[in-house]
């Protein structure tokens, strides 16, 4: 499975992106998908993720309110709509894919795009 993030870009804060991540197959009719992001010095952290059935979530607390992960099975397409950014949001975003579950562990993905860059400031 590849999968391709978007959507990445220069914003100020209270500003919004919408991250995209196409996947090569129908992965995400198979798998819960997530978003996690990297920032300079510090360690990939979980920001999001939606389940196999669409119907499960999480969010990290720092983004609850401000994020909304979604996905489209017929573009095998998922977001990440993010508003009310902050500087503190600035980093690497990247999508994964092939754990069972909802999970905030980038150890229960198998699959990753190459990243994404967003940048928060004024």
């Known amino acids: 499975v590849q999968l391709v993030e978007s959507g990445g870009g220069l914003v100020q804060p209270g500003g919004s992106l919408r991250l995209s991540c196409v996947a090569s197959?129908?992965?995400?009719?198979?798998?819960?998908m997530g978003w996690f992001r990297q920032a300079p010095g510090k360690e990939r952290e979980f920001v999001a993720a939606i389940s196999r059935p669409g119907g499960g979530y999480d969010y990290f607390d720092s983004v609850k309110g401000r994020f909304t992960i979604s996905k489209d099975s017929a573009k095998n397409t998922a977001y990440l709509q993010m508003n009310s950014l902050e500087t503190e949001d600035t980093a690497v975003y990247y999508c994964a894919t092939g754990s069972r579950m909802v999970s905030r562990r980038t150890d229960a993905y198998a699959f990753w795009g190459q990243g994404t860059q967003v940048t928060v400031s004024s």
């Open positions: 197959e129908h992965a995400f009719d198979y798998y819960a």
